[in-house]
């Protein structure tokens, strides 16, 4: 039989195959559907337990009490439990939610979780849950009976809250952006146009604010907030001083301007920054823009690793910053203010230590601007009066240094609980801390410590051509404590004044002042800080001429002193008609004072040593040299070369002094053994030498008689710095005493934040 043709081979015959392929194509694409909806099935519950375990976090970290974990775990627990069950989630035979405490901590800049910590501050919540398994998997389960056709999924999620923080300013009132006061004086004196203050102050951008995240973005930090945020505050302020480093004012101004985009505001800034640039101090000035310790424009706390976020997006007053900046570039450069001069007195100024804004949590402080005058009392350059005192060898150079005011807040609480945030703060401030005694060009404007540390013995008073006063006096200051409870975002609020008046305060210190004359012949009554040292009570011709002055008055008519009138004048002072005024010098005790026999009979060999003596009062001892016992008394006293030592036996000379010339001897040796030392004299009608409200001085003694042209000098040069330093606080500084400005820019009470 023949074979059958199978027929021409053309389209008909390929419609098989075709059907065949688009079968197998069509299974393969139903196949990766299933797959690719099995995936994305997997995906969003992992997705779905993700965000479970993110709310629960979060929910539990916002409504822990101040948010703190370890405190109140078992509230942690049951808030986590509570936002997931909002959310669909209970826990059950398939799923779980795992609460624990956990800490965070630092490592290179960056923010590292530890789970489990007793004292963790953070909460983390772990979400598992079982589901079926992807297709692929239960396909692979055919061949193992071990495989139970489904698989665990888990999401963590770690959140804490962010420390409550706030941001302030402390400023005393002598720093108020007001040209006419010091701040516009030292920025005149550095030679910037004062005029240009408007723009800082009430009428200027008062209200316009920037924060430090946005500045740094301006300034060309190329790390988003997020990740800034992940930063502690060292690691922050580590990471701008690598990217940014030190800032001029006019970049601070560019990048402020930029930030704000007011055209209005940014011409006025620019004409500011144009000023800037054409002043060599200023334009010169390097900024640091964040820091701690008074390092920085703007402060921040180093002890809490969770206030980055919050001080990055706190509202700052842009004046404010400006003010700030305008003061540091300043800072450690005095000017001379010529208004203030008086009589050829020498008056600068300088901030030593610059202001700075803070932000941060509580701990967090800020500081406002160290303020310090320098004035130089020399007679040497008073015109004529130099010329007269240079003539008789007398000089009083009293180098006068007041710390005039600082003021530092620290931010002791943050109230959250109320509808309105509030903030405490206490302030501290010192006011007129000063001394006398010169210290070195290099030390005089620095900013590190109070001018106690720097201020060095200084000869103060030269009279006659010797020098009979040196030393240092260091004068403290008043210090006023005090904290300003519930203030509220955008107050501004001050201290209150000093109970100390500033009159008393002047008068204190120009009798401290008008204490050192007074100890040209006595110790200072005051505590001067240091070793007052005057070469005059060591002066025999002055002791001898008051000695003479209390025995003549003491004498009898036939011209021989009296022994018992002597003692009585010393011990009590004396006022009789027509006689100098004596004053009571008291009966001091002076030990080794009256000799004893101590030996054999013979030529000076009767008497101990000095040292053996024994010890007695003035009287006493002046009544033992009047008439010693014979047995005390040699062939040589009796030819009045005395065998005792310093004093004179005034009952046994034959061939030397007299009586009366003995006793003046004897009397000038006790006088110089008063440890109360000599006294200027006595006060008439309240006129003494340490009285401020008096130009002229009038007391009694000879001591007095021989310095009062001194004195009549020195006293109204005195009183005139008192005057003048009133001057100079209350009116062209504004100062109120002990009174500081403190102002919130921002509270922020805390956000909570997943940190993994």
Avoid at 254 to 275: H, I, P, Q, V
Avoid at 396 to 422: I, M, N, R, W
Wanted: charged share 15%.
């Amino acid at each position: 039989m023949p074979p059958i043709p199978y027929g021409p081979i053309g389209p008909a015959r390929q419609q098989g195959v075709i059907s065949i392929l688009t079968a197998f194509l069509l299974v393969m694409l139903l196949t990766v559907l299933a797959l690719v909806v099995d995936t994305g099935r997997l995906y969003l519950e992992q997705r779905n337990l993700q965000k479970i375990a993110d709310m629960a976090a979060l929910d539990a970290s916002a409504r822990l009490p101040k948010g703190y974990c370890a405190g109140e775990f078992a509230l942690a627990q049951q808030f986590a439990l509570e936002s997931a069950a909002l959310h669909g989630f209970t826990p059950g035979e398939e799923t779980t939610l795992t609460t624990q405490c956990v800490t965070l901590a630092s490592q290179d800049g960056m923010r590292q979780v530890t789970p489990n910590a007793s004292n963790g501050a953070g909460v983390q919540v772990i979400a598992a849950q079982e589901t079926p398994a992807s297709l692929l998997l239960r396909g692979g389960a055919l061949f193992s009976d071990a495989f139970s056709g489904t698989i665990s999924l888990s999401a963590n999620a770690s959140a804490q809250r962010s420390d409550a923080i706030a941001a302030f300013t402390v400023g005393s009132q002598l720093l108020r952006l007001n040209s006419d006061k010091l701040l516009g004086q030292l920025l005149e004196g550095v030679g910037l146009d004062v005029s240009l203050l408007t723009v800082l102050d009430a009428n200027g951008i008062a209200n316009a604010s920037v924060t430090p995240a946005g500045l740094l973005r301006e300034l060309g930090i190329d790390v988003g907030i997020d990740e800034l945020a992940l930063l502690s505050p060292s690691g922050l302020i580590d990471l701008v001083d690598t990217q940014i480093g030190l800032l001029g004012i006019d970049e601070l101004i560019n990048a402020s301007a930029a930030l704000l985009g007011d055209n209005a505001l940014s011409a006025s800034l620019s004409a500011l920054e144009t000023e800037i640039l054409s002043n060599t101090i200023l334009e010169s000035a390097d900024l640091k823009l964040l820091g701690s310790d008074g390092e920085g424009l703007i402060q921040l706390a180093l002890g809490s690793l969770n206030s980055t976020r919050a001080a990055l997006e706190g509202d700052i007053n842009l004046g404010e910053l400006l003010s700030v900046a305008l003061l540091t570039g300043t800072s450690q450069h005095a000017v001379n203010l010529e208004s203030l001069n008086l009589l050829g007195i020498d008056v600068s100024a300088s901030i030593t230590e610059p202001p700075a804004l803070a932000v941060g949590p509580v701990g967090v402080t800020a500081y406002t601007g160290q303020v310090r005058l320098h004035l130089d009392i020399d007679t040497d350059n008073i015109p004529v009066l130099g010329f007269l005192t240079s003539l008789l060898g007398t000089r009083v150079h009293l180098p006068l240094t007041l710390d005039v005011s600082s003021a530092k807040g620290e931010l002791t609480g943050l109230q959250c609980q109320t509808d309105t945030p509030t903030a405490d703060i206490e302030v501290t401030s010192s006011i007129l801390n000063a001394c006398v005694g010169d210290i070195d060009e290099d030390d005089l404007w620095s900013g590190t410590d109070s001018c106690s540390a720097y201020v060095q013995e200084t000869e103060l008073i030269k009279l006659l051509g010797a020098p009979v006063l040196s030393g240092k006096s260091i004068i403290p200051g008043i210090t006023h404590q005090e904290t300003l409870t519930g203030m509220e975002v955008d107050e501004t609020r001050s201290t209150q004044p000093s109970s100390l008046q500033l009159g008393n305060t002047v008068n204190n210190l120009v009798e401290s002042l008008l204490d050192l004359l007074g100890g040209l012949f006595r110790p200072p009554q005051r505590d001067h800080g240091g070793n007052l040292a005057s070469e005059a009570p060591q002066s025999q011709d002055l002791a001898e001429d008051l000695a003479k002055q209390y025995l003549e008055s003491s004498a009898d008519s036939d011209g021989r002193y009296n022994v018992d009138r002597v003692i009585s004048f010393i011990s009590n002072g004396s006022s009789e008609p027509d006689k100098e005024p004596l004053a009571a010098l008291g009966n001091w005790y002076i030990p080794n004072s009256i000799p004893k026999s101590c030996g054999i009979l013979g030529i000076g060999l009767t008497i101990c040593p000095q040292n053996q003596w024994n010890h007695g009062n003035f009287s006493e001892a002046f009544r033992a040299y009047m008439s010693p016992p014979a047995a005390l008394l040699g062939i040589l006293d009796l030819l009045g070369i005395s065998t005792l030592g310093e004093y004179r036996a005034c009952n046994s000379h034959l061939l030397g002094l007299t009586r009366n010339q003995c006793m003046e001897h004897n009397l000038t040796r006790l006088l110089l053994k008063n440890p109360g030392g000599l006294p200027i004299g006595n006060p008439q009608d309240g006129n003494s030498v340490t009285n401020p409200a008096t130009d002229t001085v009038n007391c009694s003694g000879v001591l007095c008689l021989l310095l009062r042209p001194l004195l009549n000098i020195v006293k109204p040069i005195l009183n005139a710095v008192g005057n003048l330093v009133t001057t100079l606080l209350a009116d062209s500084l504004g100062l109120e005493l002990g009174r500081t400005d403190v102002r919130v820019e921002s509270i922020s009470c805390g956000v909570p934040t997943l940190v993994q």
